[in-house]
């Protein structure tokens, strides 16, 4: 896109439609320059290395810095793009988890509640509607 993704949204809304974007939130393009710019503990870990799936590595909820940066991207595509139609997809299975933190392995990918436990302020309290 040589105009940069506000071209394509801008064509799509002089059609008279409304854009919408996939996001695969939970994880990050090994080559990405996020993977470079994020510390080791906003991305789950095995042994001490980050769980690396299909050339992604999975972010860790948890962390801080993984939702800050989800926090980040989100208000970008609503406030500045005007994005208000997102396709969510989870398209890749961390397998039992990392083998840091606290809780148990399996537990740790499956709870519900990671965004919204720690604090943070969950995105349909952000950005309602």
């Known amino acids: 896109f040589p105009g940069g993704l506000q071209e394509v949204l801008d064509h799509i809304r002089d059609r008279g439609m409304q854009p919408g974007i996939w996001l695969e939130p939970e994880v990050v393009g ?23 799936t299909h050339q992604r590595y999975h972010l860790d909820l948890r962390s801080p810095a993984a939702r ?3 926090d ?3 208000d970008h595509l609503v406030g ?6 997102f396709k969510l997809d989870y398209n890749v299975n961390a397998g039992p988890g990392p083998t840091t933190g606290p809780t148990a392995p399996a537990t740790v990918c499956c709870r519900p509640d990671a965004r919204t436990s720690s604090g943070s302020t969950p995105c349909s309290t952000a950005t309602p509607g």
Not at 34 to 46: G, H, I
Not at 80 to 85: A, E, K, S, T, V
């Open 68 to 70: 800050a940066h989800l």
């Open 30 to 52: 090994v080559l990405s320059p996020v993977a470079q710019t994020l510390p080791d503990d906003a991305f789950l870990q095995r042994d001490g290395h980050r769980l690396r």
């Open 80 to 85: 500045d793009l005007g994005i208000r139609f």
């Open 72 to 74: 980040q991207v989100v």
